[in-house]
């Protein structure tokens, strides 16, 4: 990008940055910091057990982390598109990320879930795909705008840097750790458990699902 751009490219990658999770909500695709609230709420609403719970997280967090690293190697490091020209912009925001301290990015992650979760939330009350993609892309472009801490957004940019030859997974390992919690206060302390608080309503058993589907039927 031009540096004539100044801030403004700052904003344009804000800007893009909805594209990732709307395409994993739009497309049926899992993200961790999103199943921090949804996995949370059916918890919360005794669906499913703490292990499930656990086994759900840590499966989704190995997955991404996965694909993260696939992306920022591939593409970014083979391919060239954190190389060159983008390794100066890639490396200080991964620097960045690492200059938090443990409190800063437990905090800053915190901020992040509360409003990726509140986008996936606002997902969900529509049924058209444009309703969904606008309740999305407002949340999700404000953390990135703010320069909050997202677990998986790091998976990629900071591993990119890696890669370059800049940083080292020794530094990298305590932000995730920090930052992975903080989302995950962001996403159930923040968003699903006040929800349930709100709108909690004895929800029928499956058993009972399953009656009230065969009577609409039968009916």
Known sequence: MPKSLGSFTS????????????????????????????????????????????????????????????????FGHIVGLTEGAFLAKTVTIAQAKLQNTPLQAFISAIGCNWLVCLAVWLSMGSKEFIGKIVGIWFPVMTF???????????????????????????????????VFFGNLVGGMLFVALPYFISYNKKLPSNKEQTALKKKSVSA
Do not use: C
Not at 32 to 50: C, E, F, P, Q, R
């Open 11 to 74: 904003f344009l990658g804000a800007a893009v940055f909805p594209i990732g999770l709307i395409l994993v909500i739009l497309a049926g695709g899992e993200l961790v910091t999103g199943n921090m609230m949804t996995v949370s709420m059916a918890w919360l609403h005794k669906k499913i057990d703490l292990f499930h719970f656990i086994r759900n997280l840590v499966i989704v967090t190995f997955s991404n982390f996965i694909g993260a690293i696939f992306v920022a190697y591939f």
């Open 144 to 178: 990135v705008a703010i320069g909050f801490q997202h677990v998986v957004a790091n998976m990629f940019v900071i591993p990119a840097a890696i890669f370059s030859g800049h940083l080292t997974w020794v530094e990298y390992f305590p932000n995730f750790i920090f």
